[in-house]
Each structure stands twice: as C-alpha cells, then as structure tokens.
C-alpha cells in the first residue's frame, strides 16, 4: 500500500486540485451546483485523457475544461430559449488561499440542513474530488443512488447564501463519519478523511480539528496490526506492535500536542490523548491504565448524562475502570448502560472482555456470543464467535 | 443468464440433515474452518464470473406495516415461532442454469461443521424473476 502505481499518484494530486478549482469557480460568480457538475465532468476527461498526455498545468487545465462544460450548459439551455449564447470566460487564477478554499466547500457541502449521508457524499465529490462512481463504491450502493443522492443535496442547498460562516462542529462530524466508514472499497475512505482533515487544519486555529486529526492518525497507525494475514480482526491487546506506523504516530501526537497547548480542550483532543496511551505503550501490559482513566473522566464530563448523551464514552470508561479497579468495578460501570446499550453488540463484546479479564471464563463466552448475534458486521461477527469458542474451549479440561 | 439466490437461514426449513450446536459452541478450528470456506465461495463464484452479489443479515428482525391514514407505522419484533423462517444471508450468482444453481447450492452445504465434516445445511435457491421479457439479444 505505500508505493500506489503512478496512475494513483496522479489521481491523488488530481484530486486534490479540485476543491481550489471549484472555489475558484464559485468565487467568480458560476452557480455552485452547476460549477460542480462542470468539474466533476472535467474531472472524469482528466482521468480519461491525462494518462497519456499530461497537461503542463494541471489546475488551470481542470479550470478551462469546467468552464467550457458550464458554457455548453448554458449554450444548451440558451439554445432551449432562443437566447444569445453565453459568453466564453478565461478562468482567471483564483486569488485566494488553499486552505481557505477548503473551508469555504466544506461548510457549503456540510449543511446542517443536510442529512450525514448527503453531506459526506457531497463532501467526497467536491472537497475530496472523488467521482461518483469511486463513491457509490465505497458505501457499496448502485453509481445512480449516489448520484441521485448528491444530486438531491445540491438542490437542497440551491439559493442559500454562500457567504454564511458555517458549523465547524458538523464538518468535524462529517470528516470523522467519513473516516469510520473505512477502508473497504476500492476508494481508502479512512486515508481521504485524514487529507480531508489535515486541509481543515490549515485553514482554522481551532484544536478541535487539530484534535480530530490527531485522533484518526492515531488511530489510523495500528491499522497494519489490526487485521492478520488471513482478514481476522485482532484485538489491541493482541496486535504485533510492530507493524504499527511509528511516523503516522509521531506525527499524531505532535498535531495533538499543538492542540493541547492552546488550553481548548474538546471530545476529539481528549480521544486522540487515549488514543496516544494506547500507542505509546511498548506491549498491552504496559498500558497507562490510570491516565487513560483520567482521560476518560474528562470526556464523560464534557457532556450532561452522559449515560444517554454519550454512551460510548461511557463504555470506553468502564474498559479502563475494569483495568484499574479490577473487572467487578469495570463490569458494574457497564450495568448503567445496559438500557441504553444493551441491544448493542459492543456492550456485550466489552463485557465478555471484562468478564475474561476477571477470569469467569464462562461468563466471558456467553458474553461474546450475544454480541456476535448482535454485529453489524461479518468481519466482527465472526471474531466474536471466536471469541467465544475460544473462551469456551478455554474453559474445557485442558484449563489447569 | 438466469439469476438465483442462495439463501442460508439462521432457522426454519426442512428437518436438519445433521443437528449440530451454535457455531459459538464449537471448537475454535471447526470455526476457523467454516468462516474459511464461506470467503472460499465468494473467491470461487468470482473466479468463475458467476457471483453477483453476497450479503450477510443480522437475525434480530422487525415487522412492519402501514398503519393507516395519518397513523404511525405499526411495528412487531414478535411472537416469532421457534418454526418461523428467518433469512441469515445470500449469494447471488449468474449461472448458465438450474442445474448449475443446484450445484452450487450443493456445494454450499457441503461446509464443514463440527470436526470438519459437512453441515449439510439446506439452502433455499430462488430464481430471480426478470423484470423485462428476456430477448435473445439480452446481455
């Protein structure tokens, strides 16, 4: 996966082009909806046309040809009309920068209007330049439900005032929805939304986007050790730490550090600080139990119960209560969640840990195969039934 | 091509061939080797162009209907006799024909159970309907 063959490099800067591109158009007067259908046309050209003959300047070649496309619209629908025929604009070189393009898209696409599905698929296509295609991909749904739904979102935000500060919060939401959709596709989801998020970072002080792409990087870093040779999930305490991405990780905790030292602290900072502890530890028995307690402290209080307002944080808690106070106190950290949780695969998955951590090893496989009937998943749904078999296996004479 | 779906269902169906436990109460290999064959299909049909589609369905299933003129959906989770059918997951494959369906769905229960040996699980095929008149000049 690190040496992508040339046509990806070349995809990854065409890509990467298109939000200043759009920008650009959209500063000078063209129609958001139209402007992106135009650059999404020039888009599929360039991946068409640029194999072969390279354009000198890439971005003013995106420009022309989406300006060109916005032209034929126009004939077309002046044509319609009788009218006289629109005028042809060389693109002038937007004056603006990257960063701030960025940011301007990503409220536009980030509507909190818009429902999450429409904003992260819009968001792929005009900030991420991903086509259509790539994206229906990813979320395994048919190219014209993906274009019909971004096609939807578009006319949803037509009319709106395009010079309105947006949610921060909300793109944050979107950029992290995006990363959790994963790796699956043939579009690397979790590896767009970090470039997504470290674009955000040059366009706004505010550490919570420090802190959220600290918290994928982090993260993100395990992902060699989190699957073995043959697709089975491996749990952290488990994982060859090895083949963790120690520059991912450095890098991590120096945008975290950053984030920290402006004394704004908020949930994605806080999870990206666990997220460290996890990383930094030499092997499982290593972990700083105790400070990823104290970490946790701090998130469950950012919210009003938050047994209801934010239960994974509260199970994420109970793990690290169970490490440090023993599996009893962690397991009874877990029964205040059971209404909120306890249809949930996860809440079983954490129990049967705890319950394998306190040595009930029966408990423990009872556990993972009520979660395993649970999953959402087939990777995790068969690692819980694992889980449990081995758990149970465990349990037999052999047991000392 | 016709198509057809392989249905594996959690529960329902003919008198099991060979009554086995929950697969979470088997040996942890017995396990490995059954997860092992089922991504073996997968690779197998789309080595042989003939998968279509898979997909995998949680049991936990709800029931609903229109509840009438500016009525809420009306819902159940239950009473589910221990009979009722209950769909666990599917390939759909694209196959030259019947016979074919049938061999591959065969081949689908020949997975291997409790100490290796076939499940001999039934598996429902169904012929998807066209939704045009087939023509001879159709892909």
């Known amino acids: ?400 | 091509m016709p198509k057809y779906l392989l249905l594996k269902h959690y529960r329902g169906g003919p008198e099991p061939h060979r009554p086995v436990p929950p697969i979470d109460q088997w040996a942890p290999g017995d396990v490995e080797a059954h997860v092992a064959f089922q991504n073996h299909v997968s690779e197998l049909l789309e080595e042989n162009g003939e998968y279509v589609d898979a997909q995998a369905l949680i049991p936990a299933r709800t029931w609903v209907r229109y509840g009438g003129p500016d009525a809420a959906p009306v819902t159940t989770d239950g009473p589910h006799p221990e009979t009722s059918d209950l769909v666990a997951g599917w390939w759909m494959i694209d196959v030259d024909s019947h016979e074919r369906a049938v061999e591959l769905a065969a081949y689908v229960s020949s997975e291997p159970g409790p100490g290796g040996e076939p499940l001999y699980e039934w598996i429902d095929v169904r012929e998807v309907m066209w939704e045009r008149p087939r023509t001879t000049d159709a892909a």
């Not at chain 1, 009218?83 to 937007?94: K, M, N, Q, V, W």
Request: charged share 30%; hydrophobic share 45%.
């Open chain 1, 1 to 400: 996966m690190i040496d992508e063959p040339t046509r990806r490099l070349d995809e990854g800067a065409l890509r990467a082009l298109v939000p200043r591109v759009l920008a650009g158009l959209v500063r000078r007067g063209e129609d958001f909806d139209a402007a992106e259908d135009a650059l999404q046309e020039a888009l599929l050209e360039a991946l068409r046309v640029w194999p072969e003959h390279p354009p000198r300047d890439p971005r003013a070649w995106l420009a022309t040809v989406a300006t060109r496309r916005l032209v034929d619209a126009r004939r077309s629908e002046a044509a319609r009309h009788r009218r006289e025929e629109a005028i042809y604009a060389e693109p002038r070189p937007a004056a603006t920068e990257e960063g701030d393009d960025t940011l301007f898209l990503l409220f536009r696409c980030c509507h909190p209007d818009l429902a999450p599905a429409a904003q992260v698929a819009l968001t792929l296509r005009a900030v991420g330049g991903l086509t259509t295609r790539e994206i229906a991909d990813a979320f395994y749904v048919p190219e014209a439900t993906m274009a019909q739904r971004i096609s939807r979102a578009k006319r949803a935000l037509r009319g709106r005032p395009l010079d309105q500060p947006g949610d921060l919060a909300v793109v944050l939401r979107v950029l992290y929805l995006v990363y959790t959709a994963g790796h699956a596709g043939r579009v690397d989801l979790a590896r767009e939304a970090i470039r997504l998020a470290r674009q955000l970072t040059l366009a706004t002080e505010e550490p919570e986007a420090c802190g959220l792409l600290a918290l994928m990087l982090l993260n993100h870093a395990r992902l060699p050790a989190r699957f073995d040779s043959e697709g089975r999930v491996v749990t952290l305490d488990r994982q060859d730490r090895g083949r963790w991405d120690t520059r991912k990780i450095a890098e991590g905790v120096r945008v975290l550090q950053s984030a920290l030292a402006t004394q704004r602290p908020g949930r994605y900072q806080i999870e990206a600080a666990i997220a460290a502890l996890h990383d930094d530890a030499a092997s499982a028995e290593e972990t700083d139990w105790p400070q990823i307690l104290a970490w946790y402290d701090d998130l469950v209080a950012l919210t009003d119960d938050p047994v209801r307002r934010d239960p994974a944080a509260v199970l994420g808690r109970a793990v690290a209560v169970g490490h440090v106070l023993g599996a009893a106190a962690g397991l009874r950290e877990t029964d205040r969640l059971r209404e909120v949780l306890g249809e949930r695969h996860r809440w079983h998955a954490v129990r049967g840990h705890l319950h394998e951590l306190g040595g009930d090893l029966p408990a423990a496989a009872t556990a993972y195969a009520d979660a395993a009937r649970l999953a959402t998943n087939v990777a995790e749904r068969d690692h819980l039934v694992r889980q449990a078999a081995r758990a149970r296996a465990a349990e037999l004479p052999s047991s000392a």
